[in-house]
Protein backbone atom coordinates (compact mmCIF):
# COMPACT_ATOMS: atom_id res chain seq x y z
CA UNK A 1 0.00 0.00 0.00
CA UNK A 2 2.83 2.39 0.63
CA UNK A 3 3.45 4.22 -2.81
CA UNK A 4 6.84 5.72 -2.95
CA UNK A 5 8.03 7.73 -5.71
CA UNK A 6 11.79 8.88 -6.41
CA UNK A 7 12.01 12.53 -7.13
CA UNK A 8 14.92 13.99 -8.85
CA UNK A 9 14.74 17.44 -7.62
CA UNK A 10 14.75 16.64 -3.89
CA UNK A 11 17.02 14.20 -1.54
CA UNK A 12 17.20 10.99 -2.44
CA UNK A 13 16.03 9.95 1.20
CA UNK A 14 12.82 12.31 1.01
CA UNK A 15 10.11 10.17 -0.44
CA UNK A 16 7.38 11.25 -2.15
CA UNK A 17 3.73 9.65 -1.18
CA UNK A 18 0.78 9.77 -4.04
CA UNK A 19 -2.14 11.55 -3.22
CA UNK A 20 -5.70 11.87 -4.79
CA UNK A 21 -5.80 14.30 -7.23
CA UNK A 22 -7.11 18.20 -6.18
CA UNK A 23 -8.56 21.44 -7.17
CA UNK A 24 -6.00 23.60 -8.33
CA UNK A 25 -7.15 26.13 -6.02
CA UNK A 26 -9.17 24.45 -3.33
CA UNK A 27 -6.93 21.11 -2.82
CA UNK A 28 -8.94 18.17 -1.90
CA UNK A 29 -11.13 20.48 0.38
CA UNK A 30 -14.47 20.14 -1.44
CA UNK A 31 -13.97 16.07 -1.89
CA UNK A 32 -13.46 15.78 1.67
CA UNK A 33 -16.21 18.13 3.01
CA UNK A 34 -18.77 16.75 1.19
CA UNK A 35 -17.98 13.13 2.52
CA UNK A 36 -14.97 13.32 5.03
CA UNK A 37 -15.64 9.25 6.42
CA UNK A 38 -15.54 8.31 2.42
CA UNK A 39 -12.50 10.58 1.13
CA UNK A 40 -10.71 9.84 4.17
CA UNK A 41 -11.83 5.88 3.81
CA UNK A 42 -10.77 6.04 -0.50
CA UNK A 43 -7.36 7.63 0.56
CA UNK A 44 -6.71 4.70 3.40
CA UNK A 45 -7.75 2.20 0.76
CA UNK A 46 -6.01 3.94 -2.24
CA UNK A 47 -2.75 5.99 -1.25
CA UNK A 48 -1.86 4.14 1.39
CA UNK A 49 -0.04 5.20 4.43
CA UNK A 50 0.67 9.06 4.03
CA UNK A 51 -1.31 10.75 1.94
CA UNK A 52 -0.06 14.91 1.14
CA UNK A 53 -3.20 16.72 1.49
CA UNK A 54 -4.07 20.51 0.70
CA UNK A 55 -7.15 22.65 2.06
CA UNK A 56 -7.13 25.84 0.18
CA UNK A 57 -3.02 26.86 1.47
CA UNK A 58 -2.95 24.74 4.08
CA UNK A 59 -0.81 21.15 3.66
CA UNK A 60 -2.10 17.76 5.44
CA UNK A 61 -0.84 15.22 5.80
CA UNK A 62 -2.99 12.30 6.79
CA UNK A 63 -1.28 9.38 8.56
CA UNK A 64 -2.70 6.11 7.94
CA UNK A 65 -0.02 3.72 8.90
CA UNK A 66 0.21 2.32 12.59
CA UNK A 67 3.99 3.41 12.40
CA UNK A 68 3.10 6.99 11.24
CA UNK A 69 0.83 7.54 14.04
CA UNK A 70 2.89 6.19 16.97
CA UNK A 71 5.63 8.32 15.55
CA UNK A 72 3.49 10.97 15.74
CA UNK A 73 1.04 10.90 18.61
CA UNK A 74 3.52 8.78 21.15
CA UNK A 75 7.65 9.31 20.08
CA UNK A 76 7.07 12.98 18.59
CA UNK A 77 4.32 13.66 20.90
CA UNK A 78 6.02 16.98 22.38
CA UNK A 79 6.39 18.36 18.66
CA UNK A 80 2.84 17.00 17.71
CA UNK A 81 1.33 18.60 21.39
CA UNK A 82 -0.64 20.93 20.02
CA UNK A 83 -4.78 20.42 18.90
CA UNK A 84 -5.08 21.45 15.01
CA UNK A 85 -6.33 24.50 13.92
CA UNK A 86 -10.35 23.86 13.46
CA UNK A 87 -9.97 22.17 17.32
CA UNK A 88 -8.56 25.53 18.37
CA UNK A 89 -10.80 27.69 16.49
CA UNK A 90 -13.90 25.56 17.53
CA UNK A 91 -13.90 24.37 21.15
CA UNK A 92 -11.44 27.17 22.57
CA UNK A 93 -14.16 29.37 23.64
CA UNK A 94 -16.34 26.53 25.12
CA UNK A 95 -13.14 24.77 26.96
CA UNK A 96 -10.85 27.88 27.18
CA UNK A 97 -6.92 26.49 28.71
CA UNK A 98 -8.03 23.24 30.09
CA UNK A 99 -6.71 20.18 29.73
CA UNK A 100 -7.78 18.99 26.51
CA UNK A 101 -6.26 22.10 24.35
CA UNK A 102 -3.33 23.25 26.67
CA UNK A 103 0.38 23.11 26.07
CA UNK A 104 4.07 22.64 26.94
CA UNK A 105 4.59 23.03 30.92
CA UNK A 106 1.15 24.27 31.79
CA UNK A 107 0.01 21.41 30.33
CA UNK A 108 1.91 19.04 32.13
CA UNK A 109 0.86 20.51 35.32
CA UNK A 110 -2.56 20.38 34.88
CA UNK A 111 -2.17 16.56 33.84
CA UNK A 112 -0.22 16.06 37.24
CA UNK A 113 -2.55 17.75 39.26
CA UNK A 114 -5.74 15.98 37.76
CA UNK A 115 -3.98 12.43 37.59
CA UNK A 116 -4.53 11.10 40.98
CA UNK A 117 -8.75 11.36 40.59
CA UNK A 118 -7.68 8.50 37.52
CA UNK A 119 -5.39 5.88 39.84
CA UNK A 120 -6.80 2.51 40.25
CA UNK A 121 -7.96 2.80 43.10
CA UNK A 122 -9.71 6.23 42.67
CA UNK A 123 -11.91 4.58 39.87
CA UNK A 124 -12.29 1.29 41.90
CA UNK A 125 -14.62 3.49 44.39
CA UNK A 126 -16.42 5.12 41.06
CA UNK A 127 -18.17 1.92 40.58
CA UNK A 128 -20.97 1.95 42.50
CA UNK A 129 -22.50 5.73 41.45
CA UNK A 130 -21.80 3.94 37.68
CA UNK A 131 -24.24 1.26 38.34
CA UNK A 132 -26.58 3.94 41.03
CA UNK A 133 -27.05 6.18 38.35
CA UNK A 134 -27.67 3.79 35.64
CA UNK A 135 -30.26 2.51 38.28
CA UNK A 136 -32.16 5.94 38.75
CA UNK A 137 -32.82 6.06 35.11
CA UNK A 138 -33.43 2.93 33.79
CA UNK A 139 -35.64 2.19 37.03
CA UNK A 140 -37.79 4.76 35.34
CA UNK A 141 -38.03 2.60 31.74
CA UNK A 142 -41.69 0.93 31.15
CA UNK A 143 -41.75 -2.29 29.07
CA UNK A 144 -43.18 -2.11 25.77
CA UNK A 145 -41.99 1.92 25.75
CA UNK A 146 -39.95 3.10 22.75
CA UNK A 147 -37.06 5.88 23.87
CA UNK A 148 -34.70 7.85 22.26
CA UNK A 149 -31.93 6.00 24.44
CA UNK A 150 -28.79 8.33 23.36
CA UNK A 151 -30.99 11.51 25.50
CA UNK A 152 -31.23 9.15 28.34
CA UNK A 153 -27.53 7.86 28.26
CA UNK A 154 -26.86 11.12 28.23
CA UNK A 155 -28.37 11.39 31.22
CA UNK A 156 -26.50 8.36 32.67
CA UNK A 157 -23.09 9.65 32.32
CA UNK A 158 -23.36 13.39 32.97
CA UNK A 159 -24.53 12.24 36.55
CA UNK A 160 -21.89 10.10 36.49
CA UNK A 161 -18.86 12.47 35.83
CA UNK A 162 -20.79 15.32 38.17
CA UNK A 163 -20.87 12.81 40.99
CA UNK A 164 -17.84 11.44 40.65
CA UNK A 165 -15.80 14.55 39.07
CA UNK A 166 -17.01 17.11 41.14
CA UNK A 167 -18.77 15.31 43.86
CA UNK A 168 -22.43 16.90 43.02
CA UNK A 169 -25.93 16.15 41.62
CA UNK A 170 -26.25 18.89 38.67
CA UNK A 171 -29.25 21.41 38.88
CA UNK A 172 -31.40 21.72 35.66
CA UNK A 173 -30.04 25.35 34.70
CA UNK A 174 -26.49 23.89 34.20
CA UNK A 175 -27.79 21.09 32.49
CA UNK A 176 -29.92 23.19 29.68
CA UNK A 177 -26.82 25.64 29.68
CA UNK A 178 -24.40 23.54 29.26
CA UNK A 179 -26.63 21.15 26.05
CA UNK A 180 -27.21 24.30 24.70
CA UNK A 181 -23.23 25.39 24.78
CA UNK A 182 -21.90 21.98 23.90
CA UNK A 183 -24.49 21.70 21.00
CA UNK A 184 -23.37 25.47 19.49
CA UNK A 185 -19.88 24.53 19.84
CA UNK A 186 -20.84 20.68 17.83
CA UNK A 187 -22.26 22.79 15.04
CA UNK A 188 -19.26 25.36 14.82
CA UNK A 189 -16.76 22.53 14.36
CA UNK A 190 -19.00 20.79 12.10
CA UNK A 191 -19.19 24.20 9.94
CA UNK A 192 -15.55 24.89 10.18
CA UNK A 193 -14.78 21.24 9.52
CA UNK A 194 -16.61 21.59 6.23
CA UNK A 195 -17.04 24.84 5.38
CA UNK A 196 -13.49 26.71 6.36
CA UNK A 197 -15.23 29.54 7.34
CA UNK A 198 -13.14 30.76 9.87
CA UNK A 199 -15.24 34.16 11.01
CA UNK A 200 -13.27 36.14 13.95
CA UNK A 201 -15.02 35.55 17.46
CA UNK A 202 -15.09 39.38 17.94
CA UNK A 203 -16.81 40.20 14.91
CA UNK A 204 -20.53 41.32 16.42
CA UNK A 205 -22.80 38.84 13.90
CA UNK A 206 -25.69 37.76 15.33
CA UNK A 207 -23.99 33.91 15.66
CA UNK A 208 -21.53 35.12 17.40
CA UNK A 209 -23.69 37.46 19.56
CA UNK A 210 -25.62 34.63 20.65
CA UNK A 211 -22.71 32.24 21.05
CA UNK A 212 -21.03 34.51 23.22
CA UNK A 213 -24.56 34.60 25.60
CA UNK A 214 -24.27 30.64 25.71
CA UNK A 215 -21.04 30.96 27.46
CA UNK A 216 -22.05 33.54 29.58
CA UNK A 217 -24.93 31.39 30.78
CA UNK A 218 -22.46 28.31 31.35
CA UNK A 219 -19.36 30.33 32.94
CA UNK A 220 -22.60 31.40 35.50
CA UNK A 221 -23.45 27.98 36.29
CA UNK A 222 -20.08 27.31 36.67
CA UNK A 223 -18.83 29.53 38.82
CA UNK A 224 -22.36 29.07 41.18
CA UNK A 225 -21.35 25.86 40.81
CA UNK A 226 -17.36 26.56 42.18
CA UNK A 227 -18.90 28.46 44.73
CA UNK A 228 -21.17 25.97 46.79
CA UNK A 229 -18.57 23.44 46.58
CA UNK A 230 -15.62 25.93 48.19
CA UNK A 231 -18.59 26.80 50.89
CA UNK A 232 -19.06 23.24 51.51
CA UNK A 233 -15.14 22.48 52.91
CA UNK A 234 -15.66 18.88 52.41
CA UNK A 235 -12.74 17.38 50.66
CA UNK A 236 -13.49 13.98 48.70
CA UNK A 237 -10.46 13.29 46.95
CA UNK A 238 -12.42 14.32 43.66
CA UNK A 239 -11.13 15.84 40.34
CA UNK A 240 -11.72 19.38 41.54
CA UNK A 241 -10.46 18.43 45.02
CA UNK A 242 -7.30 17.93 42.99
CA UNK A 243 -6.93 21.44 41.78
CA UNK A 244 -8.22 23.20 44.60
CA UNK A 245 -5.82 21.70 46.91
CA UNK A 246 -2.84 22.25 44.61
CA UNK A 247 -4.43 26.04 44.73
CA UNK A 248 -4.47 25.44 48.45
CA UNK A 249 -0.54 24.86 48.61
CA UNK A 250 0.65 27.74 46.59
CA UNK A 251 0.27 26.67 42.72
CA UNK A 252 -1.15 29.74 40.65
CA UNK A 253 -4.72 27.94 39.73
CA UNK A 254 -7.11 30.81 38.90
CA UNK A 255 -10.47 30.76 39.56
CA UNK A 256 -10.63 30.83 35.46
CA UNK A 257 -8.31 27.76 34.94
CA UNK A 258 -10.71 26.14 37.58
CA UNK A 259 -13.72 26.96 35.14
CA UNK A 260 -11.83 25.79 32.16
CA UNK A 261 -10.87 22.30 33.94
CA UNK A 262 -14.52 21.65 35.24
CA UNK A 263 -16.18 22.29 31.51
CA UNK A 264 -13.19 20.07 29.95
CA UNK A 265 -13.61 17.30 32.47
CA UNK A 266 -17.57 17.37 31.93
CA UNK A 267 -17.62 17.42 28.05
CA UNK A 268 -14.68 14.86 27.94
CA UNK A 269 -16.61 12.49 30.02
CA UNK A 270 -19.53 12.14 29.52
CA UNK A 271 -20.13 12.85 26.10
CA UNK A 272 -17.91 10.24 24.30
CA UNK A 273 -19.37 7.48 26.63
CA UNK A 274 -22.72 8.36 26.14
CA UNK A 275 -22.17 7.92 22.25
CA UNK A 276 -20.41 4.86 22.92
CA UNK A 277 -23.20 3.26 24.87
CA UNK A 278 -25.40 4.20 22.09
CA UNK A 279 -23.67 3.09 19.42
CA UNK A 280 -23.61 -0.16 21.67
CA UNK A 281 -27.59 -0.49 21.51
CA UNK A 282 -27.56 -0.15 17.96
CA UNK A 283 -24.64 -2.35 17.36
CA UNK A 284 -26.60 -5.10 19.05
CA UNK A 285 -30.09 -5.12 18.08
CA UNK A 286 -28.41 -5.70 15.38
CA UNK A 287 -26.79 -8.45 15.72
CA UNK A 288 -29.09 -10.99 18.01
CA UNK A 289 -26.62 -13.64 18.29
CA UNK A 290 -24.28 -11.29 20.24
CA UNK A 291 -27.22 -9.73 22.18
CA UNK A 292 -27.98 -12.73 23.35
CA UNK A 293 -24.14 -13.99 23.84
CA UNK A 294 -23.75 -10.91 25.94
CA UNK A 295 -26.94 -11.71 28.63
CA UNK A 296 -25.69 -15.36 28.77
CA UNK A 297 -22.14 -13.88 30.40
CA UNK A 298 -24.13 -11.40 32.12
CA UNK A 299 -25.93 -13.57 33.90
CA UNK A 300 -23.42 -16.51 34.55
CA UNK A 301 -21.45 -14.13 36.29
CA UNK A 302 -23.43 -12.06 37.79
CA UNK A 303 -26.29 -14.37 38.69
CA UNK A 304 -29.20 -11.28 39.18
CA UNK A 305 -27.07 -9.59 41.27
CA UNK A 306 -26.14 -6.03 40.40
CA UNK A 307 -22.48 -5.82 38.95
CA UNK A 308 -19.32 -4.44 41.01
CA UNK A 309 -15.74 -3.69 40.30
CA UNK A 310 -14.71 -6.89 40.95
CA UNK A 311 -16.81 -8.55 38.38
CA UNK A 312 -14.85 -6.62 35.73
CA UNK A 313 -11.93 -9.61 35.13
CA UNK A 314 -15.07 -11.98 34.28
CA UNK A 315 -17.05 -10.03 31.95
CA UNK A 316 -14.91 -10.38 29.42
CA UNK A 317 -17.30 -10.80 26.58
CA UNK A 318 -19.02 -7.54 27.63
CA UNK A 319 -15.59 -5.84 27.59
CA UNK A 320 -15.39 -7.19 23.67
CA UNK A 321 -18.52 -5.82 23.13
CA UNK A 322 -17.37 -2.63 23.73
CA UNK A 323 -13.80 -2.68 22.39
CA UNK A 324 -15.80 -3.72 19.06
CA UNK A 325 -18.23 -1.29 19.11
CA UNK A 326 -15.04 1.84 20.13
CA UNK A 327 -13.72 -0.12 16.82
CA UNK A 328 -16.64 0.42 14.50
CA UNK A 329 -17.98 3.55 15.77
CA UNK A 330 -15.20 5.77 17.35
CA UNK A 331 -16.79 8.56 19.40
CA UNK A 332 -13.62 10.56 18.55
CA UNK A 333 -13.28 9.84 15.29
CA UNK A 334 -10.54 12.22 14.02
CA UNK A 335 -7.37 13.94 16.02
CA UNK A 336 -5.17 16.43 14.31
CA UNK A 337 -1.97 18.02 15.42
CA UNK A 338 0.47 20.77 14.51
CA UNK A 339 4.29 20.43 14.20
CA UNK A 340 6.04 22.79 16.66
CA UNK A 341 9.36 22.51 14.75
CA UNK A 342 10.68 21.30 11.61
CA UNK A 343 10.63 17.21 11.86
CA UNK A 344 9.85 14.14 9.66
CA UNK A 345 7.37 11.47 10.20
CA UNK A 346 9.63 8.49 8.27
CA UNK A 347 11.35 10.60 5.98
CA UNK A 348 8.34 12.83 5.25
CA UNK A 349 9.51 16.16 6.01
CA UNK A 350 6.99 18.03 8.36
CA UNK A 351 7.56 22.12 8.40
CA UNK A 352 7.31 23.95 11.66
CA UNK A 353 2.89 24.85 11.33
CA UNK A 354 1.97 21.42 9.26
CA UNK A 355 -1.35 19.53 10.57
CA UNK A 356 -0.85 16.13 10.74
CA UNK A 357 -3.96 13.87 10.96
CA UNK A 358 -4.98 10.75 12.37
CA UNK A 359 -8.84 9.13 11.51
CA UNK A 360 -10.36 6.25 14.09
CA UNK A 361 -12.57 5.35 11.79
CA UNK A 362 -9.85 4.68 8.94
CA UNK A 363 -7.77 3.27 10.87
CA UNK A 364 -9.76 0.81 12.70
CA UNK A 365 -11.50 -0.54 8.91
CA UNK A 366 -7.54 -1.68 8.17
CA UNK A 367 -8.02 -5.39 6.96
CA UNK A 368 -4.63 -5.81 7.51
CA UNK A 369 -5.41 -6.06 11.52
CA UNK A 370 -9.09 -6.73 11.55
CA UNK A 371 -10.03 -9.21 9.01
CA UNK A 372 -13.58 -7.89 7.41
CA UNK A 373 -13.08 -4.73 9.07
CA UNK A 374 -16.68 -3.91 8.28
CA UNK A 375 -18.66 -6.86 10.46
CA UNK A 376 -19.10 -6.42 14.15
CA UNK A 377 -17.36 -9.27 15.51
CA UNK A 378 -16.88 -9.07 19.30
CA UNK A 379 -15.31 -12.89 19.03
CA UNK A 380 -12.03 -10.99 17.53
CA UNK A 381 -11.06 -9.40 20.81
CA UNK A 382 -11.18 -12.52 22.94
CA UNK A 383 -7.70 -13.96 22.21
CA UNK A 384 -5.62 -10.97 23.86
CA UNK A 385 -5.90 -9.08 20.45
CA UNK A 386 -5.75 -5.98 21.77
CA UNK A 387 -2.33 -6.69 23.31
CA UNK A 388 -0.77 -7.67 20.06
CA UNK A 389 -1.83 -4.82 18.06
CA UNK A 390 0.79 -2.18 16.98
CA UNK A 391 -0.47 0.81 19.57
CA UNK A 392 -1.03 2.69 16.29
CA UNK A 393 -3.93 0.43 14.46
CA UNK A 394 -6.56 0.77 17.16
CA UNK A 395 -6.91 4.57 19.19
CA UNK A 396 -10.41 5.13 20.36
CA UNK A 397 -8.81 6.81 23.28
CA UNK A 398 -5.43 8.57 21.84
CA UNK A 399 -2.57 6.74 22.44
CA UNK A 400 0.72 8.21 23.71
CA UNK A 401 1.65 11.37 26.11
CA UNK A 402 -1.90 12.96 25.64
CA UNK A 403 -3.49 9.73 25.49
CA UNK A 404 -7.49 9.87 27.26
CA UNK A 405 -6.76 10.73 30.83
CA UNK A 406 -10.30 8.80 31.55
CA UNK A 407 -9.60 5.65 29.56
CA UNK A 408 -9.58 2.93 32.36
CA UNK A 409 -12.56 5.18 33.88
CA UNK A 410 -14.43 5.46 30.46
CA UNK A 411 -13.65 1.18 29.83
CA UNK A 412 -15.05 0.70 33.22
CA UNK A 413 -18.23 2.72 33.21
CA UNK A 414 -18.86 1.26 29.76
CA UNK A 415 -18.59 -2.06 30.77
CA UNK A 416 -20.09 -1.57 34.17
CA UNK A 417 -23.71 0.19 32.35
CA UNK A 418 -23.84 -2.25 29.98
CA UNK A 419 -23.82 -5.14 32.25
CA UNK A 420 -26.65 -3.18 33.96
CA UNK A 421 -28.77 -2.41 31.41
CA UNK A 422 -28.77 -5.63 29.59
CA UNK A 423 -29.42 -7.85 32.43
CA UNK A 424 -32.97 -5.96 32.93
CA UNK A 425 -33.63 -4.63 28.89
CA UNK A 426 -33.56 -6.22 25.69
CA UNK A 427 -33.51 -3.14 23.36
CA UNK A 428 -34.27 -3.27 19.63
CA UNK A 429 -34.42 -0.10 17.40
CA UNK A 430 -37.62 1.03 15.85
CA UNK A 431 -38.29 -0.18 12.06
CA UNK A 432 -37.71 3.45 10.62
CA UNK A 433 -35.27 4.93 12.41
CA UNK A 434 -32.27 5.90 10.24
CA UNK A 435 -28.93 5.17 11.71
CA UNK A 436 -26.72 7.58 10.73
CA UNK A 437 -23.21 9.17 12.32
CA UNK A 438 -23.62 13.31 13.00
CA UNK A 439 -19.47 14.28 12.04
CA UNK A 440 -18.58 17.09 14.44
CA UNK A 441 -15.78 16.57 17.14
CA UNK A 442 -17.37 13.32 18.09
CA UNK A 443 -19.56 11.33 16.35
CA UNK A 444 -23.02 11.45 17.64
CA UNK A 445 -25.64 9.40 16.22
CA UNK A 446 -27.53 12.01 14.10
CA UNK A 447 -31.37 10.90 14.97
CA UNK A 448 -30.65 10.29 18.21
CA UNK A 449 -31.52 6.30 18.55
CA UNK A 450 -35.05 5.49 19.10
CA UNK A 451 -35.37 2.20 20.59
CA UNK A 452 -38.05 -0.28 21.56
CA UNK A 453 -37.16 -1.21 25.80
CA UNK A 454 -38.34 -4.88 26.59
CA UNK A 455 -38.26 -5.75 30.14
CA UNK A 456 -36.35 -9.52 30.96
C1 LIG B 1 -15.59 5.98 25.46
C2 LIG B 1 -15.09 6.91 26.22
C3 LIG B 1 -13.99 7.84 25.80
C4 LIG B 1 -13.34 7.97 24.60
C5 LIG B 1 -13.57 7.17 23.33
C6 LIG B 1 -12.35 9.01 24.76
C7 LIG B 1 -11.46 9.40 23.78
C8 LIG B 1 -10.53 10.40 23.93
C9 LIG B 1 -9.61 10.82 22.91
C10 LIG B 1 -9.48 10.20 21.51
C11 LIG B 1 -8.87 11.82 23.41
C12 LIG B 1 -7.78 12.60 22.67
C13 LIG B 1 -8.40 13.68 21.81
C14 LIG B 1 -7.37 14.48 21.07
O1 LIG B 1 -6.23 14.48 21.45
O2 LIG B 1 -7.73 15.15 20.09
C15 LIG B 1 -9.31 12.05 24.76
C16 LIG B 1 -8.79 13.01 25.59
C17 LIG B 1 -9.23 13.22 26.87
N1 LIG B 1 -10.20 12.52 27.56
FE1 LIG B 1 -11.24 10.97 26.85
N2 LIG B 1 -12.43 9.50 26.03
C18 LIG B 1 -13.40 8.81 26.70
C19 LIG B 1 -13.79 8.98 28.02
C20 LIG B 1 -13.26 9.90 28.89
C21 LIG B 1 -13.63 10.05 30.26
C22 LIG B 1 -14.67 9.17 30.97
C23 LIG B 1 -12.90 11.08 30.78
C24 LIG B 1 -12.89 11.65 32.16
C25 LIG B 1 -13.51 11.15 33.18
C26 LIG B 1 -12.05 11.58 29.70
C27 LIG B 1 -11.16 12.63 29.82
C28 LIG B 1 -10.31 13.04 28.81
C29 LIG B 1 -9.38 14.15 28.95
C30 LIG B 1 -9.18 15.02 30.19
C31 LIG B 1 -8.69 14.27 27.74
C32 LIG B 1 -7.58 15.25 27.38
C33 LIG B 1 -6.28 14.54 27.75
C34 LIG B 1 -5.03 15.35 27.44
O3 LIG B 1 -4.97 16.05 26.43
O4 LIG B 1 -4.11 15.20 28.25
N3 LIG B 1 -12.30 10.84 28.58
N4 LIG B 1 -10.32 11.17 25.06
Known amino acids: MLKIFSNSTKRESTPCYAAPKGDWLLGHFTTYAQNPLHFLSRCAQEYGDIVPLRFLSESVLFLNHPECIEEAFSRQNRTFMRKGKIFQSSVKSLLGNGLFLSEGKFYQQQRTFAQPAFHKQAIAAYGRVMIDETNAVINT ?104 QARTEGHSVTIQQLR ?100 QWTAHRNPRFFPKPDIFNPERWMDGLAKQLPIGAYFPFSLGGRVCLGKAFGMMELVLVLATIVQKFQLKLIPDHSVEPFLSLTLRPKYGMKMMLSHR
Open 141 to 244: WQNGQVRDVYQDYITITRSIIAQTMFGVSLESEFVEAFTEALDATMNHFKILNEELIVMPDWLPTPSNLRYRKIMQRVDKCIYDLLQQYQNSEQSQGNFLDMFL
Open 260 to 359: DEIINIFLAGHETTAIALTWISSLLSQHPDVEAKLFEEVQTVLQGRIPTVSDLAQLSYTEAVVLETLRIYPPVWIMVRTALEDTEILGHPVPKGMDVIAC
